[in-house]
């Protein structure tokens, strides 16, 4: 019986790649990843109702015990700033709305963790997500991987606080 | 019979301003004006859980037929523009999940609606707001006052493009 299931998130106001790993006594195995997605003809509002509806199901689905979502980088560009403040809101929202804690990693901390190189690229996260997870392929689209490595970079951490038994 | 109810809001993540006008054959009537807080003690999670939760049951209680929302002036500062994204995306969301369609002001649109000055102060935007809805005292705090004035503008936008019949 797995002891612990991971929710990894990489949110987005159009897409928001979503994973699902469960950790017994083994390695964490994956369950399931891919993108929500809601369309840009849509009006925000109901982007985000979409959105949050689709995250929603998958923590009822899965029944994740915690949760971890890349925060992206901020640049000094308020409009993206902006879109990124409302996609997170949605994620953290969800996550308290079932009850799970929800951590948050830089990209850096999220490429470090799974790669050993902060500045790595997608690629670089694909391969290495597909190899700790021991995938036949890579995982595709690169939101699904993002959301992948999250969940393994929050895995690292909770094994690195001793919040995993052995 | 009220032909329509609007709902105005002053988003923030740890005080959001409500206000709940009618408006029949009449001038509109304040039914309903206040702020939903959540403890600064609280995680943000916690915090986006606590005023979701009420601003539905607001609307659950009211059923407002429009809504609009005050969109903050958003600086250069980016951890601002943050919150304010996170605040707004569940005023969007909540207006969504209920089917009410949600409008958006600027401060200086909804000052320049009630008082006439774009730049009015906040006790300026009270008293013209005490002023248009003949209130004996004026409303407060701030949060609830703002919120009352973007409903107010908003009811004059509607009347302006005709959406309210005579």
Same mark, same amino acid.
């Given at each position: 019986m797995p002891s612990l299931c991971i929710l990894g998130i990489d949110p987005g106001t159009l897409r928001m790649g979503y994973a699902v790993l469960t950790?017994?006594?083994?390695?964490?195995?994956?369950v399931a990843w891919?993108?929500?997605?809601?369309?840009?003809?849509?009006?925000?509002?109901?982007?985000?109702?979409?959105?949050h509806t689709q995250l929603l199901e998958i923590m009822e689905r899965h029944h994740p015990t915690h949760a971890a979502a890349e925060e992206p980088f901020v640049s000094a560009n308020v409009r993206t700033a902006l879109a990124i403040g409302q996609a997170q809101g949605l994620a953290l929202l969800a996550a308290a709305q079932k009850g799970v804690p929800l951590?948050?990693?830089?990209?850096? *901390? $999220?490429?470090? +963790? /799974?790669?050993?190189?902060?500045?790595?690229?997608?690629? *670089? $996260?694909?391969? +290495? /997500?597909a190899f700790h997870l021991r995938l036949s392929s890579l995982p595709t689209p690169t939101d699904a991987s993002d959301a992948l490595a999250v969940a393994l970079c929050h895995w690292q951490a909770l094994r690195e606080e001793g919040m995993l038994l052995p």
């Open positions: 950790v017994g006594d083994d390695d964490p195995a994956p891919g993108v929500l997605a809601a369309s840009g003809r849509l009006p925000l509002g109901q982007r985000l109702y979409t959105l951590a948050g990693y830089s990209p850096r *901390q $999220v490429k470090l +963790a /799974v790669t050993g190189n902060g500045a790595a690229t997608k690629d *670089q $996260v694909q391969q +290495a /997500v």
